[in-house]
């Protein structure tokens, strides 16, 4: 048996070496802090008290999915960078070593990769210093993030002096500039500046950092190895222990790209189900939120929840003639008397015109189609002349009766007149008559 031994060995060995491959390595012990007013991580240093444990670096490319431990409540879709003006400003003077400056390209790179680069997102720009300073790129040379990691790589070291302040006045003068790429102030979009440096500035960094803190531009100070505490808390925005970082070697800066997207995350607050609106959440690139209400509510005064919308007290509900409010906020429409709702179910259309009221019959409406009518009277009575008002039949004849009557009474009048005028008429003409005879027999006789 023992000399089958080692032949079982050689068949077991590529599983061994596969396993051993396979195997995930330990994770690395949390560093001290370096005092108060910064953040430090790295291995070498005296120890001081315990510091939070930094949230591990995504992968590659990767969205940020978590708040530093498994089961976070950033969720999967939760963490949204916020839209920046970022200018990297980097030491690369003598004391940098060529493969330490390799180190904080990656550490550039790792951020970006967190980012969300675009026009109208964030917008990076690089500013490389040591006794000079050169801007490497502008804020507007690249929008995506591919050619913005490869403008990087290709960035080398100046090899001289430490001018950290001439460098965050360069920044500020012509990195942020509306020229150079920067938002401006109506945009409400945030000027971040990142400085790393391992030295001490050879120049005043307190006027030159105040003024930039003053144009608005929030400073972060990323110390390596010698680099001088005090000059990082100068140059720092307050407060100081969530803008100051110290990292004992450029071996672990990289760990601090995973602390900047924590930093620049802008929480869907939204995904986090905490933003008590009743409707909908709606959320804003600056990371905060509004809500609104669903169509027929209006939002309360505490801007969260929702009531629902008297669409027609409002008035804009289109019926031509009544609306009637439904619950939940809607509605519909309804027609007058006579008219009939169209199809659009907002305007009428007149559907009897006697149904108006407006037709103007003292008896009856008869309905001669949707748009026609004529007048009719009731039994025993019968239509005037105006095709409107009507009569009693019983009433027309008494009048002509009476009418009849009365013409009658004054011919007979009349007739009874004239005839004793004639009779008073020939009364004198008789008379006349016998004087004439008379004088005629008297001459006569003379």
């Not at 690369?92 to 550039?108: D, G, Q």
């Amino acid at each position: 048996m023992p000399h089958r031994l080692p032949g079982l060995l050689l068949l077991l060995w590529p599983l061994l070496l596969l396993l051993l491959l396979l195997s995930p390595a330990a994770p690395a012990a949390p560093g001290p802090l370096a005092g108060p007013g910064s953040r430090r991580l790295g291995t070498r240093g005296p120890g001081g008290s315990p510091g939070r444990r930094p949230a591990p670096a995504a992968p590659t490319g990767a969205p940020y999915s978590g708040a530093g431990q498994p089961g976070g409540t950033r969720g999967a879709g939760v963490c949204k960078s916020r839209p920046l003006d970022l200018v990297f400003i980097i030491d690369s003077s003598r004391s940098v070593r060529p493969l330490e400056f390799t180190k904080v390209k990656t550490f550039v790179s790792r951020i970006i990769d967190t980012l969300d680069i675009g026009a109208v997102d964030t917008r990076v720009a690089l500013v490389n210093y040591a006794s000079t300073v050169k801007i490497e790129f502008h804020l507007q040379t690249h929008l995506d993030k591919q050619s913005l990691k490869q403008a990087v790589a290709r960035i080398t070291p100046l090899s001289t002096g430490t001018m950290s302040g001439l460098a965050i006045q360069t920044a500020m003068e012509k990195a942020f500039t509306v020229e150079a790429g920067a938002r401006g102030p109506s945009s409400n979009i945030p000027k971040v500046a990142i400085i790393v440096t391992d030295g001490r500035p050879q120049d005043q960094v307190n006027e030159v950092a105040a003024r930039a803190r003053a144009a608005g531009i929030e400073l972060y100070a990323v110390g390596v190895d010698r680099a001088d505490m005090e000059s990082l808390k100068m140059m720092a925005s307050e407060p100081l222990d969530e803008h100051v970082f110290y990292v004992e070697t450029y071996g672990v800066i990289e760990k601090l790209s995973s602390r900047f997207q924590e930093t620049f995350c802008a929480i869907n607050k939204c995904a986090l189900n905490t933003h008590g609106c009743g409707h909908i959440c709606v959320n804003d690139r600056s990371g905060s939120y509004h809500c609104e209400c669903y169509e027929g509510y209006t939002l309360n005064e505490d801007r969260k929840t929702c009531s629902a919308q008297d669409q027609c007290a409002v008035g804009t509900h289109g019926c031509e003639h009544v609306c009637v409010s439904d619950r939940a906020g809607s509605y519909h429409c309804e027609c007058y008397e006579g008219y009939t709702l169209n199809q659009d179910k907002k305007t009428c259309s007149v559907r009897d015109k006697c149904a108006l009221g407006s037709h103007g019959c003292q008896h009856i409406c008869v309905s001669d189609g949707a748009a026609s009518y004529h007048c009719d009277c009731y039994t025993g009575f019968t239509l005037n002349e105006d095709k409107r008002t009507c009569s009693a039949i019983e009433e027309a004849r008494r009048l002509i009766s009476t009418e009849d009557a009365c013409g009658c009474e004054a011919t007979v009048a009349f007739q009874e007149k004239v005839s004793s005028y004639l009779q008073r008429l020939n009364t004198k003409i008789d008379d006349i008559l016998e004087k004439l005879q008379a004088n005629e027999y008297g001459q006569i006789h003379r």
